[in-house]
């Protein structure tokens, strides 16, 4: 099977099996860390991958490689970047190696344009989301929250083999 990790707290899990077919998805497990900051849940994180593993083990597991982004505040940046560490500890733990991809590389592989300067950020959010509407049309993907899990989903698509594409 193959595995998608759009991290932080509004990302996702998606499960593929190597025809395409969606096998199930996850929001980002998260718990408050202080007043309304969040990072991901561990441990819940690991009670996922679990399940995964009792479903098959052998798993090529994609992860996205983020970044703090220019402007972000210290401490969402700090706790968004704790998030990425956490998930990457729960992969150790659980002995699943891991490929990082960049958001440009799987984004140019689903044939999503570059967003443009002047572009609406949630505009061009939605042109992934309405694409991996199509593409699994029996995923709950209808709310604009949703956006993690369409990634997430879109980023197991680029681990697949060519005929996913």
Do not use: C
Not at 2 to 7: A, C, E, L, T, Y
Not at 97 to 108: A, I, S, T, Y
Not at 145 to 163: M, N, T
């Amino acid at each position: 099977m193959i595995v998608g990790i759009d991290p932080g707290v509004t990302g996702a899990i998606a499960v593929l099996r190597e025809s395409a077919e969606l096998v199930a998805i996850w929001d980002m497990p998260v718990f408050t860390l202080r007043g309304n900051s969040q990072t991901v849940n561990g441990a819940e994180l690991g009670n996922i991958f679990a399940r995964i593993l009792q479903s098959d083990s052998k798993l090529t597991v994609y992860l996205e490689n983020v970044h703090t982004m220019p402007g972000q505040g210290g401490v969402s940046g700090g706790n968004f970047m704790l998030g990425f560490g956490i998930i990457i500890g729960v992969l150790a733990d659980r002995k699943i190696g891991f490929n990082l991809v960049e958001p440009q590389v799987w984004k140019r592989r689903a044939n999503l344009p570059k967003r443009k300067k002047d572009q609406d950020k949630a505009a061009y959010k939605d042109m992934a989301r309405a694409l991996a509407q199509r593409l699994w049309p029996s995923a709950s993907l209808g709310l604009k929250k949703h956006q993690g899990r369409a990634d997430a989903l879109l980023i197991a698509r680029f681990g697949g083999p060519d005929k996913l594409l």
